[in-house]
């Protein structure tokens, strides 16, 4: 059972990144996934998550109208497409699955992948 983020890296401000939560061992259109950032010095905050049978998709208001979570059940795999970045979006981002009552709720999370490292500077 593993669950993998991958995707990060460094983009000018205004740019796009796509993250990708790849799962092995269980699906993903039975588990909720969450996406998750800790920026330097802060605590981690969940931002995004999708439910896994309606589909029905959750943002924080941070990056709300500029990232898109979606999922490709046949590849097993959810995906944060993120754009119109900003520096305070530098981060290492997570993403989890479980059964959690909220989305931001990360102590109801039963995986987690290992961050991935988004540095938006020019």
């Known amino acids: 059972v593993q669950l993998q983020a991958s995707g990060g890296g460094l983009v000018q401000p205004g740019g796009s990144l796509r993250l990708s939560c790849v799962a092995s061992?269980?699906?993903?259109?039975?588990?909720?996934t969450g996406w998750f950032r800790q920026a330097p010095g802060k605590e981690r905050e969940g931002i995004s998550g999708?439910?896994?049978?309606?589909?029905?998709?959750y943002y924080a208001d941070s990056v709300k109208g500029r990232f898109t979570i979606s999922r490709d059940s046949a590849k097993n795999t959810v995906y944060l497409q993120m754009d119109s970045l900003k520096p305070e979006d530098t981060a290492v981002y997570y993403c989890?699955?479980?059964?959690?009552?909220?989305?931001?709720?990360?102590?109801?999370?039963?995986?987690w992948g290992e961050g991935t490292l988004v540095t938006v500077s020019s």
């Open positions: 989890a699955a479980g059964f959690p009552t909220w989305y931001t709720f990360e102590d109801e999370y039963d995986y």
């Open positions: 061992g269980f699906s993903l259109d039975v588990y909720a």
């Open positions: 999708i439910h896994p049978s309606d589909g029905t998709t």
